[in-house]
Nanobody, 123 residues
């Protein structure tokens, strides 16, 4: 079993930045890819970014390309999401995820979920 604890959410003005962190514990050597999803009120959970085990492969949803950067520190079992140039439409609960697959692209790829962290972007 893998436990994921997300942190770093908060309230920020449009154009601002936040960095989310997700610390993994438990059987951390067994999972491969990690990623971030988000869910806004009344909407389905959507993929934001994913990263493979060695950090060489990353994927982003189109709406965050050029603004968000996913990275990982395997020595700390932690994945990060640096969010710059935030927009009000980025407001959502952000969830970290881990997968035994090579890459996380959809919710069906996810084996483990962390708790959410709220990100609110004011206009």
């Amino acid at each position: 079993q893998v436990q994921l604890v997300a942190s770093g959410g908060g309230l920020v003005q449009a154009g601002g930045s936040l960095r989310l962190s997700c610390a993994a514990s438990g059987r951390t050597g067994t999972f491969y890819a990690m990623g971030w999803f988000r869910q806004a009120p009344g909407k389905e959970r959507e993929f934001v970014a994913g990263i493979g085990w060695n950090g060489a492969n990353t994927h982003y949803t189109d709406s965050v390309k050029g603004r968000f950067t996913i990275s990982r520190d395997n020595a700390k079992n932690t994945v990060y999401l640096q969010m710059n140039s935030l927009k009000p439409e980025d407001t959502a609960v952000y969830y970290c995820a881990a997968s035994l697959a090579r890459m996380i692209l959809t919710t069906t790829d996810v084996n483990f979920w962390g708790q959410g962290t709220q990100v609110t972007v004011s206009s």
